[in-house]
């Protein structure tokens, strides 16, 4: 390859490890980031302020990441078999394809085969090859793998008592007599740990076989060793399954208790929503690290073979906002067969708007965010002079805080400061021998650690620059960079304030004990912070409802101390998975779409949780219907169907739907119909703006009596906000009995042209752009999975089109694309696209592409130096040596093709083709 040593307009572009790029699957559990401080803007124009001033969020760093993936998923054109297709029918094809990608000399390795609830299979091998095999006519889409990440628990414990109550589980438990018996909940997750008491074990490490009473089915599809994570030291990709789906890791007993544990609380065990249930469990984790989408896959077939009644996935992949992934489209025919299938929808509340994951996202899947808890228990200090007890967590990364010992406090800035204990801030002063008080803002948890630490601090105490309580990590993020060797502790934001205050007033002593104190959580009830944003890409309005994920604590492997707290989606899911149970118990009857609907009907829209107390809605694309209410939705005697109106795109006028109200009590019920707005927002996703919502809703008619036995429909328009254009706006359909409890329809739709959304911005690195890749060992995803750089290059750069010497189209997307493609064309004198390079010269094709997750994150886009030829065996040909344009299409979501206003086009540098 021959490129000029210093030509103009080349740099760098630094890859790091992760799924920023294209889609992160996480357990989605784990805690947010730093933020910085900020307060709402004048609401005089319906503006109230954008995510990084309300949250506290940072500004974008600008710094450009490419996380790649490591695999594919390639769907073919037969039916599965919950789609009414045969087995053999889709095994014949599957067969036949993989000839073909023989024929064709694209060296892929197949990983899993998949035919009950989709038909395909997933691949490791090449971009380049697996672009050969998508040539295919029985080829009907082909999609990245991603990766799934372990998280690590927080250490505060909160009562799960407290969430039960929030939900109405308790309720639905002790006086109505539902706990989920002869149900069973499959969770798919890092196994379910078979010797814990509150979970049917022996109670003895090693005690328990498998089956067991209440842990009745499963699989280990991975074994103990498997690590996804090609950045970890552990790093060991080859499934290993057994038979035994026990747990090592600890997040899946902790999604389980949250299910259905049904140990002694009064003893310090953990009570779940349905302590009845049967599980089967679906280990898809070994005892660390990461796994990966099409394992999941393999589970959710295996969770149908065995009856699952109910399966609880607390996994997302962020950012895969399409319903059309894989893990979404098979979670669809899963609720198809009779499943009701709940899933979280993601931890990326950070990153703003348009952040949901899949499977949460499918069309027919429970998609569920996560508010916070009442309160939690936390270890605890004392301050002078009189005592006052301080409840903390530990940060993960940091040894764990003493259980003895008095030290003074000392402050690095005040609670009016907003870079506390930053490197760009200067040097710190002397803390030698002190606790460092230190509020959130600015700079990372790591930053402020390590430089409290080289100053001499004995310890640490974080405080939130907002209200609530966080769980930080201060581990380095890089293996080159130091450990934080002293305790690192976290309190809520009023507490740190009080804190300050103590230390400006005089000498302030801080005593660590062994003891815990209950601590009241300022933000319960409110949406917790890391939960994702809908909608969807196709605008249906996700997620679905909520239940608390925020601190919870739940049953943990026996060798990790049996208990542990975890806070994220990841929490909130299995409260909705629990709560299902016990309404089928209720009502063996319902449907899913009818389970749905009556979860959303009698949920409980909550505050904006960035303004709270204000009158103010949280956005219903980031909570649903709101706050699940069981014990309500099993008394309800109307329920009201379709349970949410996604309403599309505003500029095609105003959204007419029919609502129909059934009721299956034994007296009429009255209704008078209102509504209620939520917050609606615009601007760029990663930092989107808030506004009053305005939507404009008409009922025909405006009261409603539903006759015993009964079902009645209502008409109901609604009229998007005439300001902001091109934003998600919300807000509920309210209809309200003479006495007894409201039922709630959620809607959500977009306000403006969707198609008007930008996708190929360019960010402040000038993208998109022509590059290449160097340093890598091989090509995966959409490029390579080891260490290296993009260099971006000028007109001219010569590729062999050898493995590794291929040229990159580099891009930021700003926001879900339809289909991103790169069509071929001859370079004209002038280095402009000149003729199309044959009537087939589409060289790569995506579909159904989520936006980049951060605003210095990119997509690459890999040409081989091959084109189409024909539909017979020989798909694709090497292009002649020569010069050569690729230009970079993105259609809109729900575009029509033939529209050029539909799509937009960026056109490379000249490439040059010399394969001598």
Same mark, same amino acid.
Not at 131 to 146: D, F, G, M
Not at 493 to 517: F, K, N
């Given at each position: 390859?021959?490129?000029p040593?210093?030509?103009?307009?080349?740099?760098?572009?630094?890859?790091?490890?992760?799924?920023?790029?294209?889609?992160?699957l996480?357990?989605?559990?784990?805690?947010?980031?730093?933020?910085?401080?900020?307060?709402?803007?004048?609401?005089?124009?319906?503006?109230?302020?954008?995510?990084?001033?309300?949250?506290?969020?940072?500004?974008?760093?600008?710094?450009?990441?490419?996380?790649?993936?490591?695999?594919?998923?390639?769907? +073919?054109?037969?039916?599965?078999?919950?789609?009414?297709?045969?087995?053999?029918?889709?095994?014949?094809?599957?067969?036949?394809?993989?000839?073909?990608?023989?024929?064709?000399?694209?060296?892929?390795?197949?990983?899993?085969t998949?035919?009950?609830?989709?038909?395909?299979?997933?691949?490791?091998g090449?971009?380049?090859?697996?672009?050969?095999?998508?040539?295919?006519?029985?080829?009907?889409?082909?999609?990245?793998?991603?990766?799934?990440?372990?998280?690590?628990?927080?250490t505060?414990?909160?009562?799960?008592?407290?969430?039960?109550?929030?939900?109405?589980?308790?309720?639905?438990?002790?006086?109505?007599?539902?706990?989920?018996?002869?149900?069973?909940?499959?969770?798919?997750?890092?196994?379910?740990?078979?010797?814990?008491?509150?979970?049917? @074990?022996?109670?003895?490490?090693?005690?328990?076989?498998f089956?067991?009473?209440?842990?009745?089915?499963?699989?280990?599809?991975?074994?103990?060793?498997?690590?996804?994570?090609?950045?970890?030291?552990?790093?060991?990709?080859?499934?290993?399954?057994?038979?035994n789906?026990?747990?090592? +890791?600890?997040?899946?007993s902790?999604?389980?208790?949250?299910?259905?544990?049904?140990?002694?609380?009064?003893?310090?065990?953990?009570?779940g929503?349905?302590?009845?249930?049967?599980?089967?469990?679906?280990?898809?984790?070994?005892?660390?690290?990461?796994?990966?989408?099409?394992?999941?896959?393999?589970?959710?077939?295996?969770?149908?073979?065995?009856?699952?009644?109910v399966?609880?996935?607390?996994?997302g992949?962020?950012?895969?906002t399409?319903?059309?992934?894989?893990?979404? *489209?098979?979670?669809?025919?899963?609720?198809?067969?009779?499943v009701v299938v709940?899933?979280s929808?993601?931890?990326?509340?950070?990153?703003?708007?348009?952040?949901?994951?899949?499977?949460?996202?499918?069309?027919?899947?429970?998609?569920?965010?996560?508010?916070?808890? *009442?309160?939690?228990?936390?270890?605890?200090?004392?301050?002078?002079?009189?005592?006052?007890?301080?409840?903390?967590?530990?940060?993960?990364?940091?040894?764990?805080?003493?259980?003895?010992?008095?030290?003074?406090?000392?402050? *690095?800035?005040?609670?009016?400061?907003?870079?506390?204990?930053?490197?760009?801030?200067?040097?710190?002063?002397?803390?030698?021998?002190?606790?460092?008080?230190?509020?959130?803002?600015?700079?990372?948890?790591y930053?402020?650690?390590?430089?409290?630490?080289?100053?001499?601090?004995?310890?640490?105490? +974080?405080?939130?620059?907002?209200?609530g309580?966080?769980?930080?990590?201060?581990?380095?993020?890089?293996?080159?960079?130091?450990?934080?060797?002293?305790?690192?502790?976290?309190?809520p934001?009023?507490?740190?304030?009080?804190?300050?205050?103590?230390?400006?007033?005089?000498?302030? *002593?801080?005593?660590?004990?062994?003891?815990?104190?209950t601590?009241?959580?300022?933000?319960?009830?409110?949406?917790?912070?890391?939960?994702?944003?809908?909608?969807?890409?196709?605008?249906?309005?996700?997620?679905?409802?909520?239940?608390?994920?925020?601190?919870?604590?739940?049953?943990?492997?026996?060798?990790?101390d049996?208990?542990?707290?975890?806070?994220?989606?990841?929490?909130?899911?299995?409260?909705?998975?629990?709560?299902?149970?016990?309404?089928?118990?209720?009502?063996p009857?319902?449907?899913?779409?009818?389970?749905?609907?009556?979860?959303?009907?009698?949920?409980?829209?909550?505050?904006?949780?960035?303004?709270?107390?204000?009158?103010?809605?949280?956005?219903?694309?980031?909570?649903?219907?709101?706050?699940l209410?069981i014990?309500?939705?099993?008394?309800?005697?109307?329920?009201?169907?379709?349970?949410?109106?996604?309403?599309?795109?505003?500029?095609?006028?105003p959204?007419?739907?029919?609502?129909?109200?059934t009721?299956?009590?034994?007296?009429?019920?009255?209704?008078?119909l209102?509504?209620?707005?939520?917050?609606?927002?615009?601007?760029?996703?990663?930092?989107?703006?808030?506004f009053?919502?305005?939507?404009?809703?008409?009922f025909?008619?405006?009261?409603?009596?539903?006759?015993?036995?009964?079902?009645?429909?209502?008409?109901?328009?609604?009229?998007?906000?005439?300001?902001?254009?091109?934003?998600?706006?919300?807000?509920?359909?309210?209809?309200?009995?003479?006495?007894?409890?409201?039922?709630?329809?959620?809607?959500?739709?977009?306000? @403006?042209?969707?198609?008007?959304?930008?996708?190929?911005t360019?960010?402040?690195?000038g993208l998109?752009?022509?590059?290449?890749?160097?340093?890598c060992?091989?090509?995966?995803?959409?490029?390579?999975?080891?260490?290296?750089?993009?260099?971006?290059?000028p007109?001219?750069?010569?590729?062999?089109?050898?493995? @590794?010497?291929?040229?990159?189209?580099?891009?930021?997307?700003?926001?879900?694309?339809?289909?991103?493609?790169?069509?071929?064309?001859?370079?004209?004198?002038?280095?402009?696209?000149?003729?199309?390079?044959?009537?087939?010269?589409?060289?790569?094709?995506?579909?159904?592409?989520?936006?980049?997750?951060?605003?210095?994150?990119?997509?690459?886009?890999?040409?081989?130096?091959?084109?189409?030829?024909?539909?017979?065996?020989?798909?694709?040909?090497?292009?002649?040596?020569?010069?050569?344009v690729?230009?970079?299409?993105?259609?809109?979501?729900?575009?029509?093709?033939?529209?050029?206003?539909?799509?937009?086009?960026?056109?490379?540098?000249?490439?040059?083709?010399?394969?001598?």
């Open positions: 390859m021959t490129r040593s210093t030509a103009p307009g080349r740099r760098a572009v630094t890859r790091r490890a992760g799924l920023a790029a294209t889609a992160g996480a357990l989605v559990a784990g805690t947010l980031g730093t933020v910085a401080a900020g307060t709402a803007a004048p609401a005089g124009d319906g503006y109230l302020g954008d995510l990084a001033g309300l949250a506290g969020l940072p500004e974008p760093s600008g710094e450009l990441t490419h996380e790649p993936t490591g695999a594919w998923f390639v769907e +073919l054109t037969a039916k599965p078999v919950a789609d009414g297709g045969s087995r053999a029918a889709a095994q014949r094809q599957q067969d036949r394809v993989l000839a073909q990608a023989e024929v064709l000399g694209a060296d892929l390795d197949v990983r899993y998949y035919d009950r609830l989709w038909n395909g299979f997933s691949v490791s090449s971009e380049a090859d697996v672009t050969r095999l998508a040539a295919s006519a029985e080829v009907a889409a082909v999609y990245p793998v991603v990766t799934v990440d372990a998280p690590d628990p927080a505060s414990e909160p009562a799960m008592d407290s969430a039960l109550g929030m939900t109405g589980a308790d309720v639905a438990q002790s006086e109505l007599g539902f706990t989920g018996d002869g149900l069973k909940v499959g969770v798919i997750d890092s196994g379910v740990d078979i010797d814990h008491p509150d979970l049917g @074990g022996s109670g003895t490490p090693g005690g328990t076989a089956p067991t009473e209440r842990v009745v089915a499963g699989y280990d599809f991975v074994g103990d060793d498997y690590n996804a994570d090609d950045t970890s030291a552990a790093y060991q990709p080859v499934p290993h399954p057994d038979d789906p026990d747990d090592c +890791l600890g997040h899946g902790h999604v389980a208790g949250i299910v259905g544990a049904d140990g002694d609380s009064a003893a310090g065990g953990v009570r929503v349905a302590p009845d249930v049967e599980f089967g469990a679906y280990r898809v984790f070994g005892c660390g690290g990461s796994t990966t989408s099409d394992i999941m896959l393999a589970a959710m077939e295996r969770a149908h073979a065995d009856g699952m009644d399966v609880n996935m607390s996994i992949a962020g950012f895969v399409w319903p059309e992934y894989p893990t979404a *489209t098979a979670s669809d025919a899963l609720v198809d067969e009779g709940v899933a929808i993601g931890n990326n509340g950070a990153a703003g708007t348009w952040s949901a994951g899949a499977p949460g996202v499918g069309e027919k899947v429970i998609g569920v965010a996560s508010f916070d808890n *009442t309160e939690y228990d936390a270890r605890m200090f004392t301050v002078t002079p009189d005592g006052r007890e301080f409840g903390y967590a530990d940060a993960a990364g940091a040894p764990s805080a003493p259980t003895s010992g008095d030290l003074p406090m000392s402050r *690095t800035g005040t609670p009016a400061s907003t870079a506390d204990a930053c490197t760009a801030t200067g040097a710190l002063p002397d803390l030698t021998g002190t606790v460092a008080l230190i509020e959130r803002g600015t700079c990372s948890f930053e402020k650690a390590r430089n409290a630490q080289q100053a001499g601090a004995a310890a640490v105490v +974080l405080y939130n620059n907002v209200a309580a966080f769980a930080p990590t201060v581990a380095p993020p890089t293996p080159a960079d130091p450990p934080i060797t002293i305790p690192v502790v976290a309190v934001q009023a507490e740190g304030v009080e804190l300050d205050s103590r230390i400006a007033a005089g000498a302030t *002593t801080l005593t660590w004990t062994d003891e815990t104190t601590v009241e959580n300022s933000t319960a009830g409110l949406i917790s912070s890391f939960s994702s944003y809908g909608m969807a890409s196709d605008l249906t309005l996700k997620p679905d409802l909520g239940a608390p994920g925020g601190l919870i604590r739940s049953t943990y492997p026996l060798e990790e049996g208990y542990a707290v975890v806070s994220g989606t990841s929490m909130a899911s299995p409260h909705v998975a629990g709560a299902v149970a016990l309404l089928l118990q209720a009502h009857s319902l449907t899913p779409a009818q389970v749905r609907d009556q979860l959303q009907n009698t949920a409980d829209p909550a505050d904006w949780s960035l303004v709270p107390g204000a009158g103010y809605f949280e956005p219903a694309h980031r909570q649903g219907a709101g706050m209410d014990d309500d939705a099993i008394l309800a005697p109307v329920s009201v169907s379709p349970g949410k109106l996604s309403l599309g795109e505003s500029s095609a006028g959204a007419e739907r029919t609502l129909t109200l009721n299956d009590g034994d007296a009429p019920v009255t209704y008078a209102s509504h209620v707005d939520g917050i609606t927002t615009a601007g760029a996703p990663n930092n989107p703006q808030f009053e919502g305005g939507a404009s809703v008409a025909s008619p405006s009261s409603v009596t539903v006759p015993a036995g009964s079902s009645v429909s209502v008409e109901v328009t609604v009229t998007a906000p005439a300001e902001p254009d091109l934003g998600q706006y919300g807000g509920w359909v309210v209809l309200t009995p003479s006495e007894g409890q409201p039922l709630r329809v959620p809607f959500a739709g977009f306000a @403006g042209d969707y198609q008007q959304l930008p996708i190929l360019p960010t402040g690195a998109p752009e022509l590059g290449d890749v160097t340093a060992d091989r090509y995966v995803g959409v490029n390579c999975t080891m260490g290296g750089e993009f260099d971006l290059l007109d001219g750069a010569t590729f062999s089109m050898t493995e @590794g010497d291929y040229p990159v189209v580099i891009a930021h997307l700003e926001h879900a694309a339809q289909n991103v493609s790169l069509q071929l064309f001859h370079a004209k004198a002038d280095g402009t696209a000149g003729r199309p390079y044959g009537r087939l010269n589409t060289v790569l094709s995506e579909d159904y592409v989520g936006r980049s997750s951060a605003a210095g994150a990119f997509n690459a886009y890999t040409w081989d130096g091959t084109r189409p030829r024909g539909s017979g065996t020989d798909q694709r040909v090497p292009v002649p040596d020569g010069r050569y690729l230009r970079l299409t993105a259609a809109k979501p729900l575009a029509d093709p033939a529209d050029p206003a539909h799509v937009e086009t960026w056109d490379s540098p000249v490439i040059v083709v010399d394969r001598n």
